[in-house]
């Protein structure tokens, strides 16, 4: 029996449901990890970083639109793990598939680059992949939870607003993280390597130092940010940020160190807005200090090829990549070059005898007329 032979169409497809299938387990483990820690905000239950909006935009960022089956498979797979299925969860699959694909397509339409090597890129990320699209599921998800009478008209707006900033953190937080283990491929350097573990051991003393002690000590994770920024780029500081999040998170949610004797309203403000700029800060900077590196590296390149450019014209070659006109044309180029055409004629001595110049090239001149009375004339 013959072997069969896959057709092409056949292996898209294959491709196309293992991606759907692993986004969507993505999307359910993310959602799980979120939902270990929770606070109450006008009786409805929140999380302060909700995971599965970064997972979403950053699989819609790296596989593109068609993986957006995965993103409402898994939204599915989380609102199921929560209790039965009512009619208002179709209100809330669209609301948490919509919002990650309308930062997709805003963030494609401005040329979004996932290397998030741009400033520009990283103030895209956080006014439209956060902070706008994100506005979506949190205002779809909350009117519905009014239209069906789980809560009250007055307590809209309170949980309005920790729903819209837990869905933005997940952006913040997630998706560059996600998109720096996608896109990183060269290794550190032994040295590097040296100094990004002490990075590491001094973030794992300093931050539980800073987010568990009652002294109000959370200004002390903006130096670290700060070097993780400034050596390691964007996924030095970004993956400071996300773990300085987390223990965040956890003594918030426990009501310890700076979150004691607080309200729970007054941990959500305390907690978003210490996030917010924490995230804001972490992204920002090492956009600023990717760009500029780049631009130094694009202008020492430019600088390299214009001085090899004129050694050559130094040394009378035609600059490299620089074909002549005879040779795009395909023929042969004979023009000996700017520095040949400019060379002066060396000694051409007397008229009709050949210079030294000429005898060296083997360059024949026709005689002159020959002198009757000299040597070879006839009668002598």
């Known amino acids: 029996m013959a072997p069969v032979v896959a057709s092409p169409d056949l292996r898209r497809r294959a491709v196309l449901v293992v991606q759907t299938l692993a986004v969507a387990l993505g999307y359910y483990a993310a959602g799980r990890l979120g939902l270990v820690r929770e606070l109450v905000v006008e009786g409805a239950v929140f999380t302060p970083i909700w995971p599965?909006?970064?997972?979403?935009?950053?699989?819609?960022?790296?596989?593109?639109?068609?993986c957006w089956p995965g993103i409402t498979l898994g939204s599915l797979l989380v609102i199921m793990s929560l209790g039965p299925l009512r009619p208002a969860a179709v209100g809330n699959l669209i609301g948490n598939t919509a919002a990650p694909v309308c930062a997709y397509l805003m963030l494609r339409k401005v040329g979004f680059r996932n290397d998030l090597a741009r400033l520009r890129d990283g103030l895209a990320l956080v006014f439209l992949g956060a902070l706008t699209a994100m506005l979506l599921s949190s205002t779809v998800g909350v009117g519905l939870l009014v239209l069906t009478d789980r809560l009250a008209a007055h307590s809209f707006w309170p949980v309005w607003l920790a729903w819209w900033v837990g869905d933005a953190m997940g952006v913040l937080i997630v998706t560059p993280v996600l998109l720096v283990l996608h896109t990183v491929t060269r290794p550190f350097r032994l040295s590097r390597?040296?100094?990004?573990?002490?990075?590491?051991?001094?973030?794992?003393?300093?931050?539980?130092?800073?987010?568990?002690s009652s002294v109000s000590l959370l200004f002390l994770v903006y130096p670290l940010l700060i070097w993780a920024a400034l050596r390691f780029e964007l996924a030095g500081s970004m993956l400071c940020a996300l773990f300085t999040s987390v223990l965040a998170t956890v003594a918030a949610t426990d009501?310890?160190?700076?979150?004691?004797?607080l309200s729970r309203i007054e941990v959500m403000i305390k907690l978003q807005a210490f996030n917010g700029t924490m995230a804001l800060t972490a992204l920002l900077l090492s956009a600023v200090i990717a760009e500029q590196r780049n631009t130094r590296r694009s202008v020492e390149r430019a600088c390299q090829e214009l001085v090899e450019v004129l050694e050559h014209l130094a040394a009378g070659d035609a600059p490299p990549g620089r074909p002549t006109k005879d040779a795009e044309n395909g023929t042969p180029s004979t023009d000996p070059g700017p520095v040949e055409k400019a060379r002066?004629?060396?000694?051409?001595?007397?008229?009709?005898?050949?210079?030294?110049?000429?005898?060296?090239?083997?360059?024949?001149?026709?005689?002159?007329?020959?002198?009757?009375?000299?040597?070879?004339?006839?009668g002598s």
């Open 193 to 212: 390597w040296k100094e990004a573990l002490g990075l590491a051991l001094v973030t794992c003393a300093l931050v539980p130092l800073a987010t568990y």
């Open 255 to 261: 009501g310890v160190g700076p979150f004691e004797r």
């Open 344 to 378: 002066p004629v060396q000694n051409p001595g007397p008229a009709g005898n050949p210079g030294p110049g000429d005898a060296a090239r083997g360059v024949d001149r026709p005689e002159g007329p020959k002198d009757p009375d000299g040597p070879g004339s006839a």
């Open 52 to 66: 599965p909006t970064g997972v979403a935009l950053a699989a819609l960022l790296i596989l593109g639109i068609r």
